[in-house]
């Protein structure tokens, strides 16, 4: 009796001890998911905060890009205008007054009055190898000059002819009696057009059959 009385307390004893356990191991490990809840949580709420800063700051950036397109819309002109934009700057450049361009701008659409006969003739292009002394021609009594020069034409051997090439670009220059100079340089045929007193004179330049020359156009219209 005595001996199941001892082993009886001793299964006691033990089964105290692992409920003990139990209950401390089970304490250790609520404390330790309560940990990684509170952790989880603050992580959570950190991601929260970085995720609304970020949508803050992607909405400052979609309006600064909106300003700026409506910017660039209002201030960059379409591709169908470069060219005339770049043919006013040129013309500025070139000392024209930009009230002037203004007005001429604005007359443009006005229906202008021609005369019907036009006046030529054949202007002698100077070259660098060129002898010519005389490479001008006068229009409008003698108010405007137009002087050229151009690039060399050269024969079979490369060697430059005394004649300017009429397929290289050349430069015309058109002065007036007021002391306008105006120029345009390219490859012909080119057109340019003169503003004196109240007209202007539009002219047209191209190749001639004769060597050597230009044979310029130029015709007196009602300015504006």
Not at 20 to 47: K, V
Not at 173 to 197: E, Q, W, Y
Not at 214 to 223: F, H, L, N, P, T
Request: charged fraction near 25%.
């Amino acid at each position: 009796m005595a001996r199941l009385l001892i082993v009886a307390a001793l299964l006691v004893l033990f089964a105290v001890a692992g409920y003990q356990a139990g209950i401390s191991q089970s304490s250790h490990e609520g404390e330790r998911l309560a940990a990684d809840l509170a952790a989880a949580a603050a992580r959570n709420l950190e991601l929260t905060e970085r995720l609304a800063m970020a949508e803050d700051r992607a909405g400052r950036l979609e309006t600064q890009l909106q300003a700026l397109r409506l910017d660039y819309a209002a201030n960059v002109p379409p591709a169908e205008f470069k060219p005339l934009l770049a043919l006013l700057q040129a013309r500025v450049r070139a000392g024209v007054d930009r009230a002037r361009l203004a007005f001429v701008i604005e007359q443009a659409g006005r229906e202008q009055t021609c005369e019907r006969g036009v006046q030529t003739a054949r202007l002698l292009v100077r070259t660098p190898v060129s002898t010519a002394l005389e490479n001008s021609v006068s229009f409008a009594d003698g108010r405007i000059t137009v002087s050229g020069d151009g690039r060399p034409a050269r024969d079979e051997a490369g060697s430059p002819l005394d004649w300017y090439d009429p397929g290289q670009p050349v430069t015309l220059r058109f002065l007036t009696i007021a002391g306008d100079l105006s120029r345009v340089v390219g490859r012909l045929p080119l057109v340019h057009s003169v503003i004196l007193g109240d007209r202007e004179w539009r002219f047209q330049a191209t190749a001639s059959r004769e060597p050597g020359r230009i044979e310029v156009v130029a015709q007196s219209c009602d300015y504006p």
